[in-house]
């Protein structure tokens, strides 16, 4: 059977079970799956697959952290329940995933063995996306008397609901009233999940969340959120493929087959159990009814499996790897702002020393750090103690350092002694590069001009900006201005230029040629002499000029002169109005046109683009 008729097949089924129901466990599977999202999962599964097959394994004792934030959308107070029953719904999670829960004495003795420790547990965050203290719980006041799982408005601010926290960096869950359009669904998940997308995340009613308040009898345990979670963390039912209908598989070996969800509106089962349709199972233990992904009451599942706790750990390491990293719960945080340190005053006079700013941003009182302070590689260590407040900072100066002409670094990394560790490294150190003045340096600036006006005209202007760029006085320079590689202007300078200081030089000469013009500034140290930098002594640039053809006088009688410099113009040529040529010249300033008759002439300016065309009156 193809996997899409089997689609189609599941779509049915789950839809004729949500109208059979009282109160729906979970709603896991029952939309239309793209062909662009099967591959995805295909792709997902593969991964999985190759990994649990690989030679590399995970750490066994390692415990993962998952920073948690759970949003509150209630219309009215019976839905807007207590921090503390959050916080009862965070233990219930931390137990259940650790296999600490105390109805692990109630797991079958046939499934013992396979019960599992998933080594993971979960924080309310301690910080909100924008890096601000939070108890990672969120509040909204709604206008919305219900929500349906199948819109995801609880999800969107916009809707009605809250956005979601970074889904990368959190685990958003969101309590609200799920009874709209008369399904009571108490638990869901997207599926297939779209990580980092706006709908990532799990979905709760408020009558099956934490252990106390207005819970339905059936959903006292916390159970919900440890089911849904485990569809976050990538676990199918234990009745298989969302998207497959009869008998398929979890992609976890040691949860047996089963053709369906328990009932929940049943007591717990009587081990070992089996219904008339369990044609796959063939397990003598029955149903593994007690495990977290059936749909069994809160208090009648007690585990996960050990294949189960392998299968979300790995998902979690290979395609939530963010969540492992966030700073959501980060406590202990120290930064290193800035590097202070002015250049321009200080450079070579050591009149104020660096400073470096230190910030608490973390959520507890800092008491001592160290200071590494690294001048071109050479390290000092200044230990701070005192009281540096929840968003305060402070500043270290380092004194008795100097630094070299030229090219400098300044390099602060923070290390927090107390309270710590420091939770946040990647901003714990900063660099700052800079270049002291040389004693002697001489600096052509630039060359400016106006391009219309010079180009125009028959004489231009041009400004050559000269800078000390050094510490020391200068006294004297030469300089020397060339354009298109002849020299045109050469002239000392004396005088005093200090440190920073600069003179402009006004140059005029003749007119540019047609087309690129080439300008080039040369400045000479000469007192005091030896210029320690000569990279930025000199600078050329290009000017582009176009001047238009024509000629004068017309009429003319024995001597035609041309006007415009265009260098690309090749010869001149005059035909008679007859288009016979009577005269082929070489450009120049002017050409002798006596031997030619009277009359109507057109002139020619060839140049290796176009023919350029003026007519002229010849008179005698």
Request: proline share 4%; aromatic share 8%; net charge negative.
């Amino acid at each position: 059977m193809s996997r899409a008729l089997l689609l189609f097949l599941s779509i049915t089924l789950v839809g004729q079970a949500v109208l059979a129901q009282d109160i729906i466990r979970c709603i896991h599977g029952d939309k239309e799956i793209s062909e662009n999202q099967l591959k995805q999962i295909e792709k997902e599964e593969n991964a999985l697959f190759r990994f649990s097959n690989a030679s590399l394994r995970l750490e066994e004792e390692k415990v993962y952290t998952i920073p948690v934030v759970v949003h509150i959308v209630y219309y009215d107070n019976t839905e807007n329940f207590s921090d503390e029953q959050v916080k009862q719904q965070i233990g219930v999670l931390n137990k259940d995933f650790r296999k600490k829960n105390s109805d692990t004495s109630k797991t079958p003795v046939g499934f013992i063995p396979d019960a599992g420790d998933a080594h993971i547990e979960f924080v309310l965050a301690k910080r909100d996306p924008n890096g601000n203290a939070t108890n990672g719980i969120t509040r909204t006041k709604t206008t919305k008397t219900s929500f349906s799982y199948s819109t995801e408005e609880v999800k969107h601010t916009k809707d009605g609901g809250h956005d979601a926290w970074d889904p990368t960096s959190y685990l958003n869950i969101w309590v609200c009233d799920l009874t709209s359009s008369g399904s009571k669904v108490i638990g869901y998940v997207p599926y297939p999940l779209s990580v980092g997308s706006a709908n990532d995340g799990v979905a709760v009613s408020y009558t099956a969340f934490g252990t106390s308040g207005n819970l339905n009898p059936k959903y006292t345990l916390g159970r919900t959120a440890t089911h849904e979670i485990g569809h976050w963390l990538n676990l199918l039912h234990l009745w298989g493929d969302p998207i497959s209908a009869g008998c398929t598989s979890d992609y976890v070996d040691d949860t047996p087959p089963q053709a369906d969800g328990t009932s929940s509106s049943l007591d717990c089962p009587v081990y070992p159990y089996r219904t008339t349709n369990d044609n796959c199972n063939s397990d003598v233990r029955g149903r593994m009814y007690c495990n977290f992904l059936d749909y069994t009451r809160d208090g009648c599942m007690n585990m996960f499996s050990n294949g189960q706790a392998i299968r979300m750990t790995t998902y979690l390491t290979m395609f939530r790897p963010g969540i492992l990293n966030s700073k959501a719960f980060f406590e202990n945080d120290l930064t290193v702002t800035n590097i202070v340190y002015d250049t321009t005053r200080n450079c070579g006079r050591q009149t104020l020393p660096p400073a470096v700013r230190i910030q608490n941003n973390g959520l507890d009182t800092v008491k001592v750090f160290d200071l590494f302070v690294s001048i071109n590689n050479t390290e000092v260590k200044m230990t701070w103690q005192g009281i540096l407040p929840v968003g305060q900072d402070t500043i270290l100066r380092v004194d008795n350092v100097t630094f070299q002409e030229g090219r400098n670094q300044i390099k602060a990394k923070v290390q927090m002694v107390s309270p710590q560790p420091d939770q946040d490294t990647s901003n714990n150190s900063k660099v700052y590069q800079f270049s002291c003045p040389l004693n002697r340096d001489l600096k052509v600036v630039g060359i400016t001009y106006d391009a219309t006006q010079d180009c125009d005209e028959g004489m231009n202007e041009v400004k050559v900006e000269i800078k000390n760029a050094g510490s020391e006085r200068i006294t004297q320079y030469q300089l020397n201005y060339y354009v298109n590689n002849t020299l045109v202007f050469n002239e000392e300078w004396q005088g005093s230029l200090l440190a920073s200081e600069d003179t402009t030089w006004v140059i005029k000469s003749g007119p540019f040629l047609g087309g690129s013009n080439h300008l080039k500034a040369i400045a000479k140290l000469l007192d005091p002499s030896n210029d320690q930098n000569i990279l930025n002594d000199s600078i050329q640039v290009q000017i582009d000029c176009v001047s238009p053809l024509s000629i004068y006088p017309n009429p003319a009688s024995s001597f035609l002169y041309l006007e415009g410099n265009d260098p690309q113009v090749e010869s001149v040529i005059l035909y008679s109005v007859e288009g016979k040529e009577a005269l082929h010249a070489r450009y120049s300033q002017s050409i002798d046109i006596s031997s030619l008759k009277q009359g109507l002439y057109v002139v020619t300016f060839v140049t290796k683009e176009e023919r350029i065309r003026h007519q002229l009156i010849i008179v005698r």
